[in-house]
Every structure is written in structure tokens, then in C-alpha cells.
């Protein structure tokens, strides 16, 4: 995930989970049931880590140039010698 690409995903998590709240609010108001508002507001965050934890593609449209790629970055490693 690129910098733009995690300012995204926060600013669309912050966003999902505001609608969330309101909506949770607003049908536990109307239904007069506390249960039901956190039924709402748990499928709000669901669906905000849904849309926001997982690396989508759409993150990852301005990767940084001074980052190796991963095939680069495997091929480089070497293995770690043992301390003595």
C-alpha cells in the first residue's frame, strides 16, 4: 500500500464508520432498541474493514519509485548469520 493509498483507506474508514453511527443512531432511536443500533453499527464496521484492511488495488496506484520491488527485494536478501 502507498502513502496515498493508506491516507485512502483512513479517510474511507473514517467515512463508513461516521455513516455507521449516524444510521446506528438514527435506527435505534426509531426502533426505541439499543440491541438493534449495535447490530447496525457492528455491520458499519464490518463493512469498514472490509472495504479498508484488505491491500485492494485501487491502495497501490502511485507506488514509490525509491522502494525496491518485492523480486528485487527477495533476490537481495541474505540470510541472517548466527550471533557467536
Known amino acids: ?5 493508506q491516507k485512502l483507506a483512513e ?5 463508513i ?3 455507521a453511527g449516524a444510521l446506528a443512531f438514527a435506527t435505534g432511536w426509531y426502533q426505541g432498541s439499543f440491541a438493534a443500533m449495535m ?3 457492528g ?3 464490518a463493512v469498514a474493514m472490509l472495504a479498508c484492511v484488505p491491500d485492494w488495488p485501487y ?3 502511485q507506488p514509490q519509485s525509491w522502494l525496491p520491488s ?11 548469520q548466527a550471533a557467536r
Do not use: H, T
Open 1 to 5: 500500500m502507498d502513502f496515498k493509498g
Open 17 to 19: 464508520i461516521l455513516a
Open 43 to 45: 455491520g458499519g464496521v
Open 11 to 15: 479517510q474511507l474508514c473514517l467515512y
Open 39 to 41: 447490530k447496525v453499527y
Open 59 to 61: 491502495f497501490n496506484k
Open 70 to 80: 518485492q523480486k528485487e527485494a527477495l533476490a537481495s536478501a541474505r540470510p541472517m
